[in-house]
Structure formats: C-alpha cells, structure tokens
C-alpha cells in the first residue's frame, strides 16, 4: 500500500495543573490514496487530539512530543509555520462537527467558500462560478439562491454541505472529517455518509473519518483503527473488525451499535468509563473495564501484534506480549 499519510509513533502530551495527560501515547497508522479510515472510540480516547496533530493544531497546553507524521513523504512535524498553512485547506482540509461553529454569522455562505477559491489566485467572478458548481456537487438545492443565505438561514444538513463544499473547494488530497454526521438527524446523517463516500470517488481524495459511531464506520470506512485510551487496540478492513472483532472492547462497541434484528429491547452498553490519562490503569488499559482479563493483564502492557494479514489487535488473548 502506497501510504498518503502515515503516522509514525505520534505522541501529544496535555500538561495540565493536575499532571501530564498522556493523550496520544505512540500510535501508528497509514492512509493511502482513496482510502476512507476511521478511527473510532469513546470520548476522550485521543482520536480528535490526532486529528488535530495532523494539521498541527493541538491546543495550549498541549504538545507533540515524539513521532513522525508523513504526508506525501514530508514530516509536517518538521515543517515550518509558513508551510503548514499552505497545506491546511489546500493539502488537508477538515470538516468539524458543528458547521455553525466554522462558518461566520455576519458573512452570505457563498461568498465563505469564494475567500476560499480566490485563495489560489482565482478571479473573483469565476470563484463565484466555482461557489455555485460546488453547492450543485454537494447537492445543495437552488444552489445559485442559496449561496446569497447566512449560515442561520439553512439547515444543520445545508450548513454541513456548504462547510463541506468549502473543504472541497481546493481540493484537498486528505480530507480530516471529525464527527461529520453527529450533530445531524439520522436522515440527514445517511444523506452526509453517501455524499462524503461519492466524493471520495469523484475527487480521489483520501478521507480520515474521527467518530464514537460504529454505524457510521460501517457504512463509510475501508478500514479501521479502534483507539482506547490514547492507544490503537485493534486495526484491520472493515470486514476483519465488524466479522471478526478480536479484542473485547471492540466487541462491546460493537454489541452496543442499535440493530433491527436485535431481539432485545435494551442495547448494551460497555461498563465503567474511559481512564484517568494522567494516572492510567497499569498493563492493558483496559483491564479495569475488560470481562475477560486475565492476571498478567493488570501487570504487561500488550502490544499491537498482526494475528491475520492487515488485522492486529493489542491484547494477551492473542499473544500480545510485552509492549
Ligand atoms: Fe482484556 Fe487482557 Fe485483552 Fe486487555 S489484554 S483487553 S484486559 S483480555
């Protein structure tokens, strides 16, 4: 596989008045060219701080503290101010939960996504065509009418589009979608999952897709990254995890997601909550919250460990061994 991205070691550290939260601790991970791949987990398992080491974004006081990050062969760790405001929203662009945080009040949303066309030296009256062919292949309806609207005047649903034709709108090789569809009805979400998948096809863009929700890993991703307390627990397509999920807490996200041939009327629900990072469980990180742990669980630490081509899981249930 021919990486677009790939995350080497990442490590982000919070150093808070209470202790260092460890937030990301050493993960690894490749996106190639096309490839939609979500990383999933609760809150608070280090999936956005990810998203946000990637556009070098992470928050006071957080910091990068190791790793690498390649995009297209170059560390963006290494890359300088200057540079990595070239590639955000013109290399890698991302789409945040909630549209009517990103887009301002006071401006028409057309003229939002032209400051982002005419960016790349585009006459203003041809950014405006562009607007217009954007809001059509984001299938916004009336598009030339709608451009004129403030972000108030639509829809969650509308905004998430036009926020979505903006990130488009230079067309970004790597698209960072972080919970794209969770403020967003189920109807509106399902219309969100098919438009970001066509685009995928249509652009050749690569898509990393951030989000708690299962159902909508299922539908979207190629592959997938489970991640639990700032760690990668399981990766694999998305056959090998949703078929055969290998570590527990995978399995439990899984038990948890709503289906129709569930003969039960309450869902599961995964007990305990996600650790403490400043002070976190010894051995598996998972221990405290895991039915099936076993002694040395609470003592080692498993690594990540490949059990099938493509599908490794950290766990002892399958020789995890020593981290
Ligand atoms: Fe459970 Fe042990 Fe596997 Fe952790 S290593 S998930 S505690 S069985």
């Known amino acids: ?44 398992c280090g999936k956005s701080t990810t998203a946000l080491a990637i556009m070098r974004l992470v928050p006071y ?57 005419v960016l790349d030296n585009i006459p203003k009256r041809k950014a405006w065509k562009k607007v217009i062919e954007l809001f059509k ?9 709608r451009a004129y609207s403030y972000p108030h005047e639509l829809s969650g649903g509308m905004r998430q589009r036009v926020m979505i034709g903006m990130m488009i709108s230079r067309e970004p090789s790597l ?3 972080d919970e794209p ?11 969100i999952i098919k438009l970001l998948s066509e685009l995928r096809d249509t652009l050749e863009t690569s898509i990393l897709l951030i989000t708690h929700d299962f159902g909508v890993v299922a539908e979207l991703a190629d592959r997938i990254a489970v991640m639990y ?27 948890a997601l709503p289906r129709i041939t569930k003969k ?13 990072l400043i002070n976190p469980p010894s051995g598996c990180r998972f221990h405290p919250r895991c039915p099936l742990k076993k002694e040395v669980c609470s003592t080692e630490e498993p690594s990540l460990v490949e059990v ?13 061994g020593k981290a």
């Not at 008045?17 to 190639?32: N, P, R, Y």
């Not at 292949?137 to 009418?145: F, G, L, R, T, Y």
């Not at 099938?308 to 020789?319: D, K, M, P, T």
């Open 1 to 44: 596989m021919k990486a677009l991205l790939s995350v080497k070691d990442l490590r982000v550290n919070f150093y808070t008045s209470a202790g260092i939260v460890k937030a990301v601790d050493g993960i690894s991970f490749e996106i190639a060219k096309k490839e939609i791949f979500a990383l999933v987990g609760e809150s608070g």
């Open 61 to 117: 006081p957080g910091k990068i503290v190791g790793g690498k990050i390649l995009f297209k062969n170059k560390n963006l760790l290494e890359a300088t101010g200057e540079e990595m405001t070239q590639i955000r929203g013109k290399e890698i662009s991302m789409i945040f939960q909630n549209p009517l945080t990103s887009l301002n009040p006071v401006y028409r949303v057309g003229h939002q996504v032209a400051e982002a066309i």
């Open 137 to 145: 292949n984001v299938k916004i309806p009336d598009a030339e009418e």
């Open 175 to 177: 698209i960072i979608a």
């Open 181 to 191: 569809t969770t403020a967003l009805d189920v109807t509106i979400q399902a219309q």
């Open 229 to 255: 307390a700032g760690k990668i627990v399981e990766m694999g397509n998305v056959y090998q995890i949703f078929e055969n999920p290998l570590h527990p807490y995978t399995g439990m996200l899984i038990d």
């Open 264 to 276: 039960e009327g309450r869902l599961e629900e995964i007990p305990g909550s996600v650790p403490n």
């Open 308 to 320: 099938e081509r493509g599908h490794f899981v950290a766990c002892h249930l399958y020789g995890g």
